[in-house]
């Protein structure tokens, strides 16, 4: 024999890609863990009553190459023309040095949500440029740090000027010239609420009906107006004026601030983020300054660290704002922080000189194309002022202008019956202006000889924006580069360690994966393209539709909602609509877990529904006995429950079946929350265990990255009963109304989870579940006896996390849970999720993305921890004076004077830290009640930083 056979699988057939330990790894974790293999590992975890019947089989799963292959067919059947639909949604020029630097670089998108400041310094100064930008092209004092689309964001508007409005009207007014989308998203959201929607031109408002209006800027169909009056006659009745404004716009228009707008909304989409068949793409909110407090999303400020340097920060209650949970002022958790930072580097990529440029070339491609237009007779509406869009009266020969202009190659917009609507934006070529006027019958040549603009005078902008030094620094690319590398050095995402997220499920989002987001036949289609040009995305969701269906057990799979809590608010919908289709409309109490996520219970509050906690048992399941006493109590009532599977407290409960069962049985539906399902695929389906509608984490079980908070995808999944009543679109139909602006959400990012289970199969994806599970349950035992885990199943396993309880150790040592994480950025790692859903302790998921060596580095650091404390509880440690509390340690520290009872090494390289690779935080450990003191949230004046240094 000239060679030894091997069995040896090369690392893309054995889904090493995703699955962290070798097989050798696994056995020696087995061993451990004490279990004979995987299987029985799994047995005992996983009650056999809830297991499913029959493994998931989708075929050969696909090697990278083939993936790629496959996908760029698909890709192919999506056809790219160029789209002047417009509608909110425009053609843009993502800079390159953006695209690679933050789109497709993983210290970007695989960045955590920044609730732990002091390793995530730069994607907040990001965010704050971010904030900084709205609110000077807004016009208005402070901004947060985005929301999930534009129409959602004026949802979200229209609730704060109902919370924040002194008038008690019940109406509120929307002007007509709103996109299409986003008057439907605020109808469905009006509705349960109890809040009357009024239609009409602007000038038709009556300020004394209603708490609040809102206009949109530029309209629909391209005019612009002073809303000054409006807002006026409102302030006067004591209701809240909201702006729907176009950024871009603003870069040329007076800002919604100075007509004396409360509150402006909008999409960043075309600040250089591809159109994406929908998303994602960062919507923005800005308001005055009296109502910050009832902002709803993220919002990053300025704070100090413990030696007074300046720090970022996400600030007041948005921190963790569905903690209120049925209090919150919104469901908003997981929003677009990525595309954020994409827009705002595109700001800092062009400064105010750039961005007017390129505004005022759109806007004079615009007036060309309306003068050639004119000149050959057709009537142009606004004939009085516009910015990049026009509307063309055709009568008969609508059908027969978009068909021309569609084979130039460009899509028109079909509006009413005899228009048709063009936009302009910052991609259009002159080429692109011959051939629209070519569909009109026009042959003429583009010329730009004098330049002429159709602003009305009283519109045109006089303030200044984006004064800041940071959209000031020289464009340089070497510059540019190294500023998007700095920032992305400061932060501690998945590219350089174990991001242990409880319910997060930080899993690999593997590389092949993600290529196909960035190909221009999923980027640069338009939501409102005509769907005989998007055949590849039509397949693609169909195709990952079905596959959810039979991981999930459901018979139907929306792809609107993109966020998680966007899912749940849409499965509630879709379970009112069904009450009420039965004549059950009066259905409105909803029961709830006391350790559910807090989207759940603010959810429910947004379709109208009251919540009835229930309370868990001491081993953490829920209480039973409990759940049927309210189910009894509510029955006349009961429009559902809301229960996490396995639960929050990482234990597949036993009892699930009967919660589903109790819950039907007094006229319910079961919600069943779909975050853990990583702990599920392949092994068991929400829809066996008697859920009615389930809502998936794309951004978490199927491989989105997180982004540093966003995007995220949260399709929902029900049962036969209840398809009819999924949400619906204008463009789309459906007798629902929509829940997001575009029909299937932030579709273009459906590939990345698309992608992961071609790529792993339904085996791989087993494999997956029980690998996530013999990590967590790997990580249980090396803590045994150094800390305990909180809640277990009966056989003592834990699911796909675990709670480890810090609890003590304040009383023992003086040590909180703080400490602890913050003590764990020195070892070189994220902090797992911090007291919840159990205050004062710490939920570690470590997926089964890491191998055995990331998980040692990580049980002995938190053991090392465990011996730093219980060297102070035994008096050999300063109780104020130690590592544990002077985490995190800086740069800085190591080379200042050192005058602490620990060795310098003992402070900076603990165990788990690398000596060479060592992760140093920028700041020191965040002061958080300094800056909600102190609220600041707009990059602050240079000058400050000396003041802070202080
Ligand atoms: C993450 C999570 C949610 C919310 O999902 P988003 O995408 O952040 O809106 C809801 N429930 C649970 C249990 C979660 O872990």
Known sequence: MPFEPTDYLPYDFANRRHIGPSPDEMADMLEVVGADSLGALIDETVPKSIRQEKPLD?????????????????????????TLIGQGYHGTVTPPAIQRNILENPAWYTAYTPYQPEISQGRLEALLNYQTMVADLTGLEIANASLLDEATAAAEAMTMAQRVAKSKAKAFFIDENCHPQNIAVMRTRAEPLGIEVIVGAPEEMDAAQVFGAVFQYPGTYGHVRDFTPQMDAMHEAGAIGIVIADPMALCVLKEPGAMGADIAVGSTQRFGVPMGYGGPHAAYMACRDAYKRAMPGRLVGVSVDSHGNRAYRLALQTREQHIRREKATSNVCTAQALLAVMASMYAVFHGPKGLKAIAQRIHRKTVRLARGLEEAGFEIEPADGFFDTITVEVGLFQRGVLQAAVKEGVNLRRVGKTKVGITFDEATRPAIIEAVWRAFGIHRKDEDLDPEYRLPDALVRTSDYLTHDVFHMNRAETEMMRYMRRLADRDLALDRAMIPLGSCTMKLNAAAEMMPISWPEFSNMHPFAPVDQARGYAEMVQDLSEKLCVITGYDGMSMQPNSGAQGEYAGLLTIAAYHRARGEGHRNICLIPVSAHGTNPASAQMVGWKVVPVKSAENGDIDLEDFRAKAEQHAENLAGCMITYPSTHGVFEETVKDVCKITHDHGGQVYIDGANLNAMVGLSRPGDLGGDVSHLNLHKTFAIPHGGGGPGMGPIGVKAHLEPYLPGHPETGGAEGPVSAAPYGSASILAISWAYVLLMGGEGMTQATRVAILNANYIAKRLEGAYDVLYKGPTGRVAHECIIDTRPFAESAGVTVDDIAKRLIDCGFHAPTMSWPVAGTLMVEPTESETKAELDRFCDAMLAIREEIRAIEEGRMDPENNALKNAPHTMEDLVRDWDRPYSREQGCFPPGA?????????????????????LVCTCPPMSDYAEAAE
């Open 914 to 934: 690398f000596r060479v690779d060592k992760y140093w935080p920028p700041v020191n450990r965040v002061d958080n009640a300094w800056g909600d003191r102190h």
């Open 58 to 82: 989708f075929g050969k799963p696909k090697s990278e190459r083939e993936l790629l292959w496959h996908m760029r067919q698909v890709a192919k059947k999506n056809e790219v023309l160029t």
